[in-house]
């Protein structure tokens, strides 16, 4: 190992009609792999039975537990609820179906089990919760017991985590600290006199835009659990790393529960699930680190990543471990740049958290060519970015290993930096509206940036995938739209409207044709609903978006240019709360004969809407465009 890398380098509760069977616990969790919502782990603590609980924010639909807790109305609707409806959204119609098909009785306090569909949990908890009845009867109670019942039935079945969202502190009129202590009191006491042997942890999932609601679990979280890691709502001081702790050769610090340790030593040693070999794009570089790897691993593994190195890939290949001691060897296309290793080492994360591994080693990317310093900003930024994104992942250990002791220096300062002032001030108009992570850099002076999506990465995919859903014609090209104006315009819309509408169900992704002559327009610019009445009007003169994307592709839309290519985006769209359309309408009516609020958006029919339109431009943003044939 010495002699490879000197010469690389050198000196320098329950309804019983349950039809869903419990699979096995161990299956891994699908990964969320789009920018999604954000998440920020704001407290945790562990049990001495060795229950992990976690204060989050983010939203339910898209929790990554074994189990999600629904609450809904004793109609069982699931689109009338702000929680019910949000999940519904994701998990799509079949839930719905599944509710209904279980025939309970849907009394208060009663728990009906179903799959979790398109969720990326197994499971769904309906939870039929109660009113606030002012203390004068048993809601508080029956409250307590859905919390009980549903942690009983997680364990039971075999579950290994479960998700909360703050049942209650809606519509129902809970005061929001009698439910934030009556949830922790519950779990505690399921923890002590249960002990748990399958699940192993609890989330609680806040939505970001409920400031009061935040404070509140996070003080009664420090009432329950006074030695527990909590932090503020905003730390400006702070970053998310704990105190870094130093010993011989190590240092070590942790955010939330994944212990972050930088070592020296030999990365062929490891006992990690995965180890990470920066190699180059045929995945055939035998110098260096990537020599080590190779030849520790064996014969075996060299020839595997010839194989894999010669297909289409997406940067990375994952083998066998040979005769290393990890379980995969995750080899990567090594970058010299800190933008690129910065994305490169979170795509590792991603794709260590989509198969739910709990460990991984990374040698330190890209020392032959970049300062050891940037180096360190661009790993550990990658880490706490992924580390966000995912709070209730699987991954509790990332190591860091070092050959060469000098470069152990600065990637401490690095992390020190990391636990005293990561944290931003953000302020002004565009205040904590970043753009997304996984955006290519920006050429300077530029509005917008198209960037081809690679096909076969899970970003293509995931485009890929919602449009054939209803439209079969052949993809020949996906663009992401990289145009900063537009997406903040967007997140300053989505926050007001988050805001006055009290609920977070206001953005859907939908389809909008389009002819080749105003690509290029709509990418810079955006959409514009002085343009209604080009193509169709029928529910009011604004900017029209299908669901179903064979909608967006007729001719009428998305006419054909002299190549016989045709051209439709995937639209990020504020739809917020709607209500049916019709022809000539200029703005959407108000919600109500006194009311001064407009609905955000109308459709061609509210029983199963296909079709919304928008009058006002900054509710939309091109994300994809797709070309097709």
Not at 88 to 117: R, W
Not at 220 to 246: H, L, T, Y
Not at 352 to 365: E, H, L, W
Not at 444 to 454: S, W
């Amino acid at each position: 190992m010495e002699r490879a890398v000197r010469q690389e380098f050198g000196n320098h509760g329950i309804s019983h009609s349950q039809q869903t069977s419990v699979k096995d616990p161990t299956h891994p969790v699908k990964q969320d792999t789009s920018a999604g919502s954000g998440t920020n782990c704001l407290g945790q603590v562990k049990t001495k039975e060795g229950l992990e609980i976690i204060l989050t924010t983010g939203q339910i639909e898209n929790a990554m537990t074994d189990v999600t807790v629904n609450t809904v109305f004793e109609d069982l609707v699931l689109n009338k609820g702000a929680v019910s409806n949000a999940i519904l959204k994701v998990a799509g119609p079949k839930l719905q179906q599944l509710v209904n098909a279980m025939n309970a009785s849907a009394n208060v306090g009663e728990i009906i089990v179903t799959e979790g569909c398109n969720l990326k949990s197994k499971h769904v908890f309906h939870a039929v919760a109660p009113h606030w009845d002012k203390g004068q009867g048993a809601s508080e109670k029956i409250l307590g017991a859905i919390f009980k019942d549903c942690l009983d039935k997680a364990e039971d079945t075999g579950m290994t985590s479960i998700s909360f969202p703050a049942i209650g502190t809606g519509n129902l009129g809970f005061p929001k600290d009698q439910v934030a202590s009556l949830m922790l009191n519950e779990i505690s006491s399921f923890s002590s006199k249960k002990l748990p042997k399958n699940l192993k942890t609890v989330a609680i999932i806040l939505y970001s835009g409920d400031a009061q609601t935040i404070q509140v679990f996070i003080d009664e979280f420090k009432k329950k659990f006074p030695n527990a890691s909590v932090d503020a709502i905003a730390p400006q001081s702070q970053g998310p790393f704990s105190k870094v702790v130093s010993s011989s050769g190590m240092h070590e610090t942790k955010m939330g529960s994944v212990d972050i340790q930088v070592v020296t030593g030999d990365i062929t040693k490891e006992t990690t699930d995965v180890i990470v070999n920066s190699s180059n794009e045929s995945f055939s570089l035998k110098s260096g680190v990537s020599k080590a790897i190779l030849d520790a691993a064996g014969q075996a593994v060299e020839t595997e990543c010839q194989t894999l190195g010669a297909q289409p890939h997406p940067g990375m290949i994952m083998t066998q471990p040979g005769n290393l001691q990890c379980k995969k060897i995750l080899h990567l296309t090594g970058q010299t740049d800190p933008i690129k290793i910065n994305k490169e080492v979170k795509e590792a994360l991603q794709m260590c958290v989509k198969n739910s591994f709990t460990s991984v080693s990374f040698p330190a990317i890209g020392t032959g060519n970049v300062q050891a310093g940037q180096v360190a900003d661009a790993m550990l930024d990658a880490v706490i970015d992924v580390l966000r994104q995912y709070p209730l992942a699987p991954l509790k250990k990332v190591r860091i290993v070092i050959f060469q002791p000098p470069m152990l220096k600065e990637f401490y300062n690095s992390m020190q930096r990391r636990e005293r002032t990561e944290a931003k001030v953000n302020a002004g108009f565009w205040g904590g509206l970043d753009i997304p992570e996984h955006w290519e850099p920006m050429p300077a002076k530029t509005i917008c940036h198209p960037v081809t999506i690679q096909a076969g990465t899970a970003e293509y995919t995931e485009v890929q995938n919602l449009f054939q859903q209803s439209c079969k014609m052949t993809i020949t090209k996906i663009e992401r739209i990289q145009n900063p104006t537009l997406w903040k315009t967007l997140q300053v819309k989505k926050r007001e409207m988050d805001q006055r509408n009290g609920h977070q169900n206001n953005e859907k992704r939908l389809f909008h044709g389009t002819c080749h002559t105003t690509v290029t327009d709509i990418n810079h610019y955006g959409f514009n609903r002085s343009y209604a009445g080009k193509n169709a009007a029928c529910y009011g003169n604004g900017t029209y978006f299908a669901v179903h994307a064979n909608y967006s592709a007729s001719n009428t839309y998305s006419k054909p240019n002299p190549n016989g290519e045709k051209f439709m985006y995937l639209c990020r769209v504020l739809t917020g709360d709607f209500t049916t359309g019709q022809q000539n309408m200029i703005v959407p009516p108000a919600k109500g004969a006194v009311s001064v609020h407009k609905y955000d958006s109308v459709v061609d029919k509210m029983a199963a809407p296909s079709m919304f339109v928008i009058f006002h431009d900054s509710q939309a943003c091109p994300e994809y465009l797709i070309t097709f044939k």
